[in-house]
């Protein structure tokens, strides 16, 4: 019998104060459970505007405990009401000073499982992160729950191929890649997730945002979409809010990897020189 998981991408503008956010979000993966959905994920930083956009303290207010803080708390009880894995990435706080971009995983029971840390931290205009998070530092897992092996990468990891690589070593079935991005990144976006999905046998659902956040000339262009182990769009969305929803048939993994064998191919051995400083 194939093993055909239903998720769901959600794509939306930030709100502010923290709760209508979350609330309103809380409403679309109702949305998303309406329509079937067994797994959702919402975009990068999720319980606010992109604020990166400028360098302000206030911002530190939106930072939160992982999982005890109010958003993962309330995203617990959605997933018990709706029986649906969620993916939640939120502002996160592990102490004074210790701030993190973070995604958390829940399972369709409500149960946290574990959380994933943006591990590559970009500082460009308009993207000044480093002055709000230090760099992840509990590698690549991958986390099992009711719908299969679950990995997650955030937004700029997307542009380095060695952790989206680990994940795949790591047996993840399906990848989620929250992310918050706009102007020239556009281009590369069609090409990317893709790219992973296709070079480790895997599922993708990458989430952008859509709207503007602190600049009005600054658009997030939204296209979330999810494609197969062979880097096919399964669905895609436009440049509103929007819910999309996918069957992925998780068999596809292993027929994949069998056709294209990369991993039996792969060269460790020869790859010393990826590690260097």
Request: hydrophobic share 40%.
């Amino acid at each position: 019998m194939a093993r055909i998981v239903r998720a769901a991408l959600i794509q939306t503008e930030g709100l502010t104060p923290r709760e209508a956010m979350v609330e309103h979000q809380v409403g679309l993966v109702r949305r998303a459970a309406a329509e079937g959905a067994q797994v959702t994920c919402l975009q990068e930083l999720a319980t606010g505007p992109y604020f990166c956009q400028e360098e302000d303290q206030r911002w530190y207010d939106l930072a939160e405990p992982v999982p005890d803080g109010p958003t993962i708390q309330r995203m617990q009880e959605v997933a018990r009401e709706t029986g649906m894995v969620l993916i939640v990435p939120v502002y996160e706080s592990d102490g004074p000073g210790f701030l993190y971009n973070t995604a958390a995983v829940i399972d369709s029971d409500g149960s946290y499982v574990g959380k994933y840390r943006k591990t590559h931290i970009p500082h460009v205009d308009n993207f000044l992160e480093k002055y709000y998070f230090r760099p992840g530092n509990l590698g690549y897992p991958t986390f099992e729950t009711s719908v299969g092996k679950v990995g997650v990468y955030i937004c700029y990891d997307r542009h380095f191929p060695e952790g989206a690589r680990a994940l795949g070593l790591a047996g993840a079935e399906m990848v989620f890649i929250p992310a918050a991005t706009a102007g020239f990144s556009r281009p590369l976006w069609d090409v990317e997730q893709r790219f992973h999905a296709i070079a480790n046998g895997y599922f993708v659902g990458t989430i952008n945002r859509v709207g503007t956040a602190l600049k009005p000339d600054v658009h997030f262009y939204g296209h979330s979409y999810f494609c197969d182990p062979m880097g096919t769009v399964l669905a895609e969305a436009g440049e509103s809010e929007e819910v999309i929803v996918a069957d992925l048939d998780l068999d596809r993994v292993a027929e994949v990897r069998a056709d294209l064998p990369f991993y039996r191919d792969r060269r460790p051995d020869m790859y010393d020189v990826l590690t260097a400083p």
